[in-house]
Every structure is written in C-alpha cells, then in structure tokens.
C-alpha cells in the first residue's frame, strides 16, 4: 500500500487529472513543482478550486508540475510528507 492509502500521483497525465477533479468534487489536490525547490509546495487545495480544477488552465499535470490528489485531507497530508519530506502548505483561498 502506499503511503496515505488512496492518495494518486498524477504526472504527465492531463485527462485523468481532470476526470478525477470532477469526479471527486470533495477531494483535495496538492500541487508540486517537479524540480521541488518552490518553498510552499507542496500546496494543499480544494479539487473545487478553481486554480487546480479549471480545464481552461491547463498544464496541471505537466510542464514544472504535478499534481497529489486524495478524497480525504488527512490521507493526501499524510502521502505528501512521506513522499517528499517537506512541510505542507494549505492554500490561504480554499481551504480557511
């Protein structure tokens, strides 16, 4: 199993992100830069947020990013730090 149960790593994946946003309206998406030298990520948001969510964006899951997601807060904060040893942040919009 890996760490923080249901968490989903998606890279280079555009299409499965976006079906997972919208089929987890509920959930939570951590972004994170690939070269992991951005010092607040990675970022913690709602899959509502716009920032992480809108197919108009693009290149969630591409470029410099990628994306973390999970249904429950505590299972994706849990897979963050195991994954990649830093602090989380969560996004001072969505999630107050």
Known sequence: MKPGGDARLFDNDEPAYLAWVQSDPGGFVANMDRAGCVPQYPMVHRATHAVVSSPWIGNFTTGAYVKVCAGELEALEADLR???????????????
């Open 82 to 96: 195991s994954r990649y040893g830093r602090p989380v942040t969560r996004c001072r919009v969505c999630m107050r």
